[in-house]
Nanobody, 116 residues
């Protein structure tokens, strides 16, 4: 099982972007997993951003609370990270992580660049 994250790009300060995370492989479902988004800026440690449970309970880092929204679409087998009011300090590689019990899976990063 492998997760896939996509949707990154170059935007200007104040603009929005939506990242998506899904699971690769036919017949695989992301729905049973607790899914989180992390990010890592150049020269910095990986930072937790947000998480959503299978039951849609959500949590956010203080740095993104009120600007980012994590959600999941069971029918489309997707988890999203809607990012609004983007700032240059949001620039980073964004990763999704899925966990179910002791097992975890990571997706490759998708780069978000916010220009000032």
């Amino acid at each position: 099982v492998q997760l896939q994250a996509f949707g990154g790009g170059l935007v200007q300060t104040g603009e929005s972007l939506r990242l998506s995370c899904t699971v690769s492989g036919s017949g695989r479902s992301i729905n049973p997993y607790y899914v989180e988004w992390y990010r890592q800026a150049p020269g910095k440690q990986r930072e937790w951003v947000a998480g959503i449970s299978p039951g849609r309970d959500t949590n956010y880092a203080d740095s993104v609370k009120g600007r980012f929204t994590i959600s999941r679409d069971s029918r489309r087998n997707m988890v999203y990270l809607q990012m609004n009011s983007l700032k240059p300090e949001d620039t980073a590689d964004y990763y999704c992580r899925g966990a179910r019990g002791p097992v975890e899976y990571w997706g490759q990063g998708t780069l978000v660049t916010v220009s000032s």
